[in-house]
C-alpha cells in the first residue's frame, strides 16, 4: 500500500485545443442566457460571487505562489476565464438550482442541461479544428489533495452533528459527486 501511494502524481495536467476556451465562452453564454429567461437570479448571484472567488484563488493567488502554470502564458487571460470564472459561475449557478429543489424533472433538466453543454463544449473543439493551438495547465496539489478531502469530511460531519436528516445529506453528497463528475469527465 505505502508503494501504490508513493507512486501518486500530485500534479493535474490539462491539455486543450484553444477551441474549447471558445466553445466553453458560448455554453457559458447559453447558461447565463438559460438562467436570465428563467429568472434565477439567486443562482445567478452565486455564481458570479463565486466566479470571482475561484479567479482570484486560481488565477491570482495560486499562479503568484506557483501551483499553477499555464503554457503558452501569453493565453493565461483566456484560460483564467473559462477554468476560474466560467466553471466557478456555472458549476455553482447549477448546485443552487440543485439546492432550491424544484423537483425530480428540474433536477435531471438543469444537469443534462450543465453535462451536455460541457460535453458538447469538448466535442466541438476535437472536430472543428478552427486554430493549430494547444494549451497545456499544470496544477502542482502537494499537500492540497488532503486540504481538500479534510475539508469535505468535516463538512459532512458537521451535517451529521447538526442533525441533517439523511436524505438532505445524501443530496448533499449527490450534488457534489455529479458536480466533480461532469467536470472531470
Excluded at 75 to 85: L, N
Amino acid at each position: 500500500m505505502g508503494y501504490f501511494l508513493l507512486q501518486i502524481t500530485y500534479d493535474i495536467i490539462r491539455v486543450f485545443d484553444f477551441e474549447y476556451l471558445i466553445f466553453d465562452l458560448i455554453f457559458f453564454l447559453i447558461f447565463l442566457t438559460a438562467l436570465i429567461i428563467k429568472k434565477k437570479k439567486i443562482p445567478i448571484h452565486v455564481g458570479l460571487i463565486c466566479g470571482i472567488i475561484f479567479l482570484i484563488i486560481d488565477g491570482m493567488f495560486w499562479w503568484n505562489m506557483g501551483v499553477r502554470e499555464i503554457s503558452p502564458r501569453k493565453y493565461k487571460f483566456y484560460v483564467d476565464f473559462m477554468m476560474d470564472f466560467s466553471y466557478g459561475f456555472v458549476a455553482f449557478s447549477w448546485v443552487m438550482i440543485m439546492f432550491e429543489r424544484n423537483g425530480f424533472k428540474q433536477t435531471i433538466l438543469w444537469t443534462v442541461f450543465l453535462y451536455g453543454g460541457w460535453l458538447l463544449a469538448t466535442t466541438l473543439s476535437q472536430i472543428l479544428p478552427l486554430m493549430d493551438l494547444e494549451i497545456i495547465t499544470i496544477r502542482h496539489m502537494r499537500n492540497l489533495r488532503i486540504i481538500e478531502i479534510v475539508t469535505v469530511l468535516c463538512g459532512y460531519t458537521l451535517l451529521i452533528f447538526l442533525k441533517y436528516n439523511y436524505k438532505t445529506i445524501l443530496f448533499i453528497f449527490w450534488t457534489g459527486f455529479m458536480l466533480s463528475f461532469m467536470m472531470e469527465s
